[in-house]
């Protein structure tokens, strides 16, 4: 089992930057990858980031290129997505989820999510 808790997300105004951090727990985080997936409302969920875990492959989504990086530090266990120039289209629940890599899509086949955490930005 693995278990992962989302923290960082908050309310920011269009333009400004938030790192969201994932911490994960558990005997085989080590050997999954990590990464993000979003949902905002009335939509599906759709993949933003995940990061292989040897940290050699990091793939984005098309709502994350040129914007979004992702991160990890497999000492600490921890995943992080740094988000820059925030609009109000990225208004969403932000989910972090292990598992393992695949062609896709999503190239992130999750087996354990955690519980989100809300980005609000406000135009």
């Known amino acids: 089992q693995i278990q992962l808790i989302e923290s960082g997300g908050q309310l920011v105004q269009a333009g400004a930057s938030l790192r969201l951090t994932c911490t994960a727990s558990g005997r085989q985080v080590s050997r999954n990858a990590l990464g993000w997936f979003r949902q905002a409302p009335g939509k599906e969920r759709e993949f933003v980031a995940v990061i292989g875990w040897d940290s050699r492959s990091a793939i984005l989504g098309d709502v994350a290129k040129g914007r979004f990086t992702i991160s990890r530090n497999s000492a600490k266990n921890v995943v992080y997505l740094q988000m820059n120039s925030l609009t109000s289209e990225d208004t969403a629940v932000y989910y972090c989820?292990?598992?393992?890599?695949?062609?896709?899509?999503?190239?992130?086949?999750?087996?354990?999510w955690g519980r989100g955490t809300q980005v609000t930005v406000s135009s």
């Open positions: 989820a292990a598992g393992a890599l695949e062609a896709g899509p999503p190239p992130l086949r999750a087996d354990y």
